[in-house]
């Protein structure tokens, strides 16, 4: 078994032991639809072919998904502002608490939902610069308003490895509290908040267009800047 299939039976595992305690209603047959969706597409595309079998084919699905457009409704908090604080459970359903993540910079990655075309190229391209990230001492950090089902299935396909956090229930409660909600749509603006070590605002961008993905070379020269004036914060490694 791949890593991958090892993970996604795992999720399966923990899915079957939370759905009995989800109240009946329209949430829980949301879940359970999103559930049977991801469990017939992996059978649809058991037995591989070009792509290196089902993960690989499901990981790409996000090629054939409809186009994500749409200009910002929103402009965010401003630098200055102390970070409102927040309690999301991650992937996996643990409780990750912001004003716990203090003592070094924390990136805050506002995407509007998994498995869509713009959400999928981001984070797979934070993924791969992981390390760079790390050795600036930043915490990454992603959000959506995607149950942690959704979260859980799409960071096994995709190898993502750091914490994605589930703003479902109030829906977009956190994302409102950082102004960057969009009310028509039901999720958030693309944006991206930096944290400094004593929990302000230090950076922030929201992105123009929704499928508009920040330069990774902008952004690090923008957390350059925050590590290097704080003095908790590890200088980066000489490459």
């Known amino acids: 078994m791949t890593t991958v299939s090892r993970a996604v039976h795992e999720l399966e595992q ?3 032991q939370l759905a009995p305690e989800i109240p009946d209603g329209a949430e829980k047959e949301a879940l359970s639809v999103l559930h049977g969706l991801i469990l017939e597409t992996r059978r649809e595309l058991s037995g591989g072919g070009a792509g290196g079998g ?3 084919q499901v990981a790409d699905l996000w090629k054939t998904a409809p186009a994500m457009e749409g200009a910002a409704v929103s ?3 401003p630098v200055g502002e102390m970070a409102p604080d927040f309690e999301l459970p991650d992937e996996t359903g643990q409780p990750v608490r912001l004003r716990h993540l203090r003592g070094r ?3 805050l990655v506002f995407y509007p939902l998994d498995w869509s075309p713009g959400c999928s190229q981001q984070l797979d391209l934070y993924q791969q610069e992981i390390e760079e990230f790390e ?3 930043v915490q990454l950090i992603g959000i959506s ?3 942690i089902y959704s979260h859980g299935a799409w960071a096994a396909a995709r190898g993502i490895s750091f914490p994605l956090l589930s703003d479902f229930q109030p829906k977009g409660e956190v994302a409102r509290r950082y102004g960057v909600w969009r009310e028509k749509d039901g999720f958030s603006d693309r944006a991206l908040f930096l944290i400094d070590a004593d929990g ?3 950076w922030q961008h929201v ?3 929704l499928h508009h993905i920040p330069d990774i070379y902008d952004l690090f020269d923008e957390l350059d800047k925050v590590t290097a004036s704080d003095p908790q914060t590890p200088e980066p490694a000489v490459a």
């Open 207 to 209: 992105s123009p267009q």
């Open 200 to 202: 302000r605002i230090a």
């Open 14 to 16: 923990r899915f079957a």
């Open 145 to 147: 308003v995607d149950s």
């Open 54 to 56: 089902a993960d690989a």
């Open 75 to 77: 402009e965010g908090l």
């Open 105 to 107: 910079p924390t990136l």
């Open 135 to 137: 050795r600036r001492g």
